[in-house]
């Protein structure tokens, strides 16, 4: 509504402030207006869908896992034995051979995922081929999972099991390595092909955050004579510290819930063994080969629930912490 | 300090400016930029291994009759269609809630605080592990109809390309510059319209590419598969029943004891293969296409 101007107040007339003119032009009918609200209500309707997902994901995961968890309690992350038969489950070694293999990745995937990162940040190759690499070593975590585990199979292993031969027989001192006779199938196995699947994630993520490091602090150290390598490990790399730690934490989450490749290549078998070079089991790998076939509703598969749900509690914390940690850096650097 | 015999300067700094780094400056020079291209040449052998031994261990027994049989009679026609199948339902379930969850986060994300948590807990969605995921679906779906079906499988997918939809399309209408989407509403366009006329249209390469990504990423996942739509050696009659999957093919099989099955299961992994790379080329091709525009 407009204020009405009455001409005879002449001497009162100011030029229109805009804050005392209340003109509307919001169409409040017709149809592009009702396009329009719909519009918003069904955003804001698929918004919740997705926000539910993950919500519904954990109320359903927890309302299977219930009948395990109020048989066990928490004695269940740490009793040992399985059995199907007797309906007993202990989940101490899925968890063992779960941080394990992880462990194993992490300690192998972040230094070499540095140095592609290092490789493809700084200037020492040109620029197509930077980004050739960059592309090339991200095409790794877009193979599938299995086909990495067939090919681990038939190839990897039968290339490093001669490596493995000679750390059992010469370093059986070491208990890590006291296995008499390793067969292929071990920890020390998954825990290297683990590190193949999450080197892109780590690379990739790392090469961001070495990006981003200001100009001016490469060109202040060179200034005062250092050499390129100097730089990085005293100037480059305490700066993007945090954003490479959130990398490994994303790599890690990465390597904790990764089944296929590991349930091809570990040994599937249920046992804590201080050896790498023994096989084991992990949580993602006991779930897809025993999944199946419990019955609907038994014990077995509440138990299994169970696991997939600390399996999944684990994997958001990390997560969580992730992307704050990327978040946090990102508005440092504004 | 050592004397530059050739200087022709006459600056007194000169010694100290052309002064050799110390042999160990140097030694750690060399070793780093060793280890450095050490390690990236390390981690390209796996790939280009794998590349070549699953082409060659796969080219050699393809048969064409493979393409059109079930997995019964040693082809994986029934694993091509199930797994055509279930990323389409899924394609249909994530594609409209992703895209509009990225609309949201780009142009109602300006003024909603909302936005901030809900692209958080997208970040979140993308991590979660794909085994959980199975486990999900199970329990929504599987124990809802009492039985394994592709339609289990399909949600299942769905959900793992859900995330991947949202952050691509948000990536890609970010693209767009602002002043277009003022320009728009200048010209008085409701949000409706300047989304769709001006916004969406431009941003269609980003879309599609986030949408290939998406469908690359379900088509090689295994293992929300395993048990929710299980899997099937001959051709599936319903949505409602057990169906094959290329890569559930890949994990059942592989150590079968019959020859031909393992035949089998190395070109299926080629055609996984050349799939899932094959739609990451074109994806990065469309958004390099996209840029030079």
């Keep these: 509504m407009a204020n009405s101007f009455d001409p005879a107040d002449r001497n009162s007339i100011r030029p229109p402030n805009l804050r005392d003119v209340n003109i509307d032009l919001q169409a409040t009918g017709g149809i592009n207006f009702w396009l329009n609200q719909g519009f918003t209500w069904l955003v804001y309707l698929l918004v919740i869908v997705t926000v539910a997902v993950l919500f519904a994901m954990t109320w359903v995961i927890f309302g299977e896992a219930k009948p395990a968890i109020l048989h066990f309690g928490l004695g269940f992350l740490w009793s040992k034995e399985w059995d199907t038969s007797k309906d007993v489950y202990g989940a101490l070694p899925y968890i063992y051979g779960t941080l394990v293999s992880s462990l194993i990745a992490i300690i192998l995937a972040v230094p070499v995922g540095l140095s592609i990162a290092i490789v493809t940040s700084e200037n020492i190759l040109s620029d197509s081929v930077k980004n050739t690499l960059a592309f090339v070593v991200e095409l790794i975590a877009a193979i599938p999972s299995v086909i990495i585990g067939l090919w681990g199979i038939f190839v990897f292993i039968p290339s490093i099991e001669p490596l493995q031969q000679w750390l059992a027989s010469h370093l059986q001192f070491i208990p890590l390595f006291d296995t008499p006779e390793p067969a292929g199938n071990n920890m020390l196995t998954a825990g290297m092909i683990l590190a193949i699947m999450i080197l892109p994630t780590m690379a990739s993520v790392s090469r961001e955050v070495l990006l981003v490091v200001p100009t001016e602090l490469r060109s202040a150290s060179m200034a005062l004579g250092s050499t390129r390598w100097e730089t990085i490990f005293r100037v480059l790399l305490p700066a993007g510290f945090s954003g490479i730690v959130s990398a490994a934490m994303l790599a890690l989450g990465r390597a904790l819930g990764e089944t296929m490749a590991v349930t091809m290549v570990i040994g599937n078998s249920a046992q804590i063994s201080s050896s790498l070079l023994a096989p084991g089991y992990t949580i993602p790998s006991v779930l897809a080969n025993e999944f199946a076939e419990a019955e609907f509703g038994s014990l077995h598969i509440g138990a299994l629930c169970y696991l997939g749900l600390m399996l999944f509690g684990l994997t958001l914390v990390i997560n969580i912490i992730a992307v704050l940690l990327v978040q946090l850096v990102g508005s440092k650097q504004e | ?293």
């Design chain 2, 1 to 293: 300090m050592t004397i530059n015999s050739n200087s022709k300067i006459a600056n007194p700094l000169a010694e100290v400016l052309h002064e050799p780094l110390t042999p160990q400056r140097i030694l750690f020079t060399n070793l780093m930029n060793a280890i450095a291209f050490g390690f990236t040449a390390l981690a390209l052998i796996p790939l280009l291994s794998i590349l070549w031994e699953i082409l060659s261990k796969g080219a050699i027994g393809f048969k064409l009759s493979m393409l059109l049989n079930p997995v019964i009679e040693n082809g994986f026609a029934n694993a091509i269609v199930g797994t055509i199948t279930m990323v389409a339902i899924g394609s249909l379930m994530s594609i409209p809630v992703g895209i509009m969850t990225g609309i949201f986060l780009s142009e109602f994300g300006q003024t909603n605080p909302v936005a901030h948590f809900v692209r958080f807990i997208t970040k979140i969605l993308t991590g979660v592990p794909s085994i959980v995921v199975g486990i999900f679906a199970y329990g929504v779906i599987v124990l809802v109809t009492k039985q394994f079906s592709a339609l289990a499988g399909s949600f299942a997918l769905a959900v793992i390309m859900l995330p991947v939809i949202i952050l691509t399309t948000e990536e890609a209408l970010k693209l767009i510059p602002t002043h277009q989407r003022l320009a728009s509403a200048a010209l008085g366009a409701s949000r409706f319209n300047t989304t769709f006329r001006v916004v969406i249209s431009g941003a269609i390469p980003g879309v599609t590419t986030g949408i290939l990504l998406a469908v690359a990423r379900a088509a090689g996942e295994t293992a929300p598969l395993i048990f929710t739509a299980l899997f099937s050696f001959d051709w599936s009659s319903d949505l409602f029943n057990p169906t094959a999957s290329l890569p559930v093919l890949i994990f059942n099989l592989y150590n079968d004891p019959d020859p031909q099955k393992n035949q089998l299961v190395w070109t299926t992994s080629i055609v996984l293969l050349s799939l899932v790379l094959f739609i990451n080329l074109v994806s990065r091709f469309v958004i390099s296409k996209s840029r030079v525009n």
